[in-house]
């Protein structure tokens, strides 16, 4: 067997097209349990401060940012996938890489959105001197999906 | 949605006050909402096209990642901009609604 072909083959694209699917999957996951999670805060808190919607709205909203992230590095897999002969191995271990890394952070941040915006929501309601925190905490957990993208980018410009 | 009361003129203008302060608020909402949804998408896909029309020298890589990381700058700047609006401007009625039985 050659060089050309043990480097190439025929199998080295479907590390990159698991990596591009796994990367929006999972982002998508985390985005629909923030979503999901804190919507029912924001339906229990409406029912009494239906005045405070734009101020609650801002946890899915967040759960939202979460799935474009992994709608980005999605696309940059997806721009990058070639044929089987002009594609290594090692760039398909690269976007696997690439995309779980994105897509594990965004389900973890979308958890934590999703936890935080619920319990936020219904505290804001009674007390609006939480929303500051609130809105501190949520920004946390969303750095955590942010640290996955910036790892999932380095991990694609090698 | 009911008036108990059988107040019907009094009932209705309280309840057009109330529909078209919805009505704004749902108005301010959607629009940032689609700002943050459809600011990154145009954005990577306008500087993918733009940078790699002017700076025909830099490879693909490179402009997916300056797409992208100005597509995440864009969205950022946007979420900003509606964390800002309703903070600052969501809270001029601070009244109570009463809960619609």
Redesign the interface.
């Known amino acids: 067997m050659s060089d050309a072909q043990s480097d190439n083959p025929i199998y080295g694209p479907f590390f990159g097209v698991m990596g591009a699917a796994s990367a929006i999957i999972f982002s998508a996951l985390g985005a629909a349990y923030g979503t999901a999670k804190s919507g029912t805060g924001i339906a229990a808190m409406s ?5 405070l ?3 609650s ?2 946890p899915v ?2 759960a ?2 979460i799935a ?2 992994g ?3 999605a ?2 897999i997806a ?2 996938l070639e044929e089987p002969s002009s594609y290594t191995l090692y760039k398909g271990f690269i976007h696997l890489g690439a995309g779980l890394s994105v897509g594990f952070s965004g389900l973890a941040a979308g958890f934590a959105i999703g936890i935080v915006g619920d319990a936020g929501v219904r505290g804001t309601a009674q007390q ?1 001197r939480l ?1 500051v925190g609130m ?1 501190l905490i949520l920004i946390f957990a969303e750095v955590l999906g ?1 640290y996955g ?1 910036i790892v999932a ?1 380095y991990l ?2 090698k | 949605m009911a008036n108990k009361k059988g107040n019907n003129a009094g009932g209705r203008t309280q309840q057009q006050i109330n529909d078209s302060k ?1 009505y704004s ?1 749902f108005k ?2 959607f629009f ?2 689609s700002l ?2 459809f600011l ?2 145009a954005t ?1 896909f306008l500087l993918k096209s733009t940078v790699l029309e002017r700076f025909f020298t830099m490879s ?2 490179t402009t ?2 300056y797409s ?2 100005g ?2 700058v864009a ?1 950022h700047l946007a ?1 900003g901009l ?2 800002y ?3 600052f401007g ?2 001029q ?5 009463k ?1 619609i039985d």
């Open positions: 029912v009494m401060r239906p005045e919607i734009m101020k709205i801002i909203v967040m939202g940012i474009i992230y709608l980005v590095v696309v940059l721009g990058a609006p929303f809105i942010l993208l980018i694609y410009t | 919805d608020a301010v909402v940032y909402c943050i949804v990154p998408v990577f693909e890589v997916n990642i992208a990381v597509a995440v969205l979420l509606y964390i609006k309703a903070y969501g809270s009625h601070t009244e109570s609604y809960k």
